[in-house]
């Protein structure tokens, strides 16, 4: 079977081809136009303007996948449709059954989030992997914690799958207001670092890692709450009024800048791995699994990977490559859907902004 998926969900224009067969996958492409510089002056994503240049990039995404997988015969299309941005995840959705009505295929939406949970079973690009043989491993039942810049979110996740490939989610937890990724946007705007935020704060909380913390450490939200939400506005506002009370040349401080993204990763850190292993404990988890484009984080993937080996629990985290969005996490959510039936109605099928994993 190949599958051809298309990932709008935000700012990044995604078409990736799987290959499965005989228990074996393989990525022939996965193709990525990204906005991030388009909407950088802005400080932020702007829906229709994204919608707009999903529309011009879609078909030379679309051409760049075919080519480089080498023109295959495709036999199921795939696409999130949802949770995300409207305007673009229905321009993903229209293009995907444009492409499904004239070549006289099937469709399957995709949840969003489940997509970043499951790109922990792909292979690295051009490598083939069995992936029944990953999933067969005892990592049941897991926590997984999905953390992007629209998203924090830990779920249950009780199987995947054999024989009859059901899978079964459980939402434990959420933010209540700003996602983690959000957060580190919105203090990299305070701090005039620009945007996206993550990637720079990271960079420059690690040439400050080990050194002094900053006076008057930051909250860490909800942290000792017995449940398991989030909340990381209150971080950024910490942040506000500590930025705001110092004076115009140590805001300019170099040395400061750097202590304030090292307190401010470690404690959105602190916040998702506490409440993730509290999870993990009530739940008599086997396994911790991350997803999201703020699993790249390297801090956070070591310090993870650290707090797991203490207690003798299975860690998954996807390539950082597979962790911002990308279609080839569409398309393996896609074949777990089509064992299941699949669907050939699409001219049904809705673009949801909200829509919820079950």
Request: proline fraction near 4%.
């Amino acid at each position: 079977m190949i599958i051809l998926a298309i990932e709008t969900s935000c700012d990044d224009t995604c078409i990736a081809i799987l290959r499965i067969r005989n228990s074996e996958l393989k990525i022939l492409s996965n193709v990525i136009s990204s906005q991030v510089k388009l909407h950088a002056k802005y400080g932020g994503v702007y829906p229709f303007l994204a919608k707009r240049e999903h529309q011009k990039n879609l078909p030379a995404v679309l051409k760049r996948a075919l080519n480089k997988a080498g023109n295959p015969k495709i036999d199921l299309v795939a696409v999130t449709a949802g949770p995300g941005l409207e305007p673009c995840l229905w321009t993903g959705l229209n293009f995907a059954k444009g492409l499904a009505r004239d070549w006289d295929l099937s469709i399957i939406p995709v949840n969003h989030i489940e997509a970043h949970i499951l790109a922990n079973f792909l292979p690295k690009i051009s490598k083939i992997s069995n992936f029944k043989f990953l999933i067969s491993k005892n990592i049941f039942p897991a926590v997984c914690l999905v953390v992007s810049g629209g998203h924090t979110q830990l779920i249950l996740m009780e199987n995947i799958g054999r024989p009859l490939f059901t899978t079964y989610y459980k939402i434990l937890g959420e933010t209540r207001d700003d996602a983690a990724g959000e957060c580190f946007d919105k203090v990299a705007r305070i701090l005039g670092l620009g945007y996206p935020g993550g990637p720079i704060i990271s960079q420059l909380a690690k040439s400050f890692a080990g050194r002094e913390v900053v006076p008057g450490r930051l909250p860490r939200p909800m942290i000792h709450q017995r449940n398991y939400d989030f909340s990381f506005s209150g971080l950024k506002t910490a942040v506000l009024y500590h930025f705001k009370n110092q004076s115009l040349q140590m805001r300019k401080s170099k040395k400061y800048i750097q202590q304030m993204c090292n307190e401010i990763q470690q404690a959105v850190i602190d916040v998702l791995i506490c409440k993730t292993l509290r999870a993990a404990r009530d739940y008599n988890a086997k396994t911790i699994i991350l997803g999201g484009g703020v699993a790249a984080n390297n801090e956070l993937r070591k310090q993870f990977k650290e707090a797991c080996l203490k207690r003798n629990l299975k860690y998954l985290v996807p390539p950082k490559d597979f962790c911002t969005d990308n279609a080839a996490m569409v398309a393996i959510a896609a074949y777990y859907h089509w064992l299941r039936g699949g669907t050939k109605n699409w001219q049904g099928i809705e673009a949801k902004a909200n829509l919820r994993l079950k």
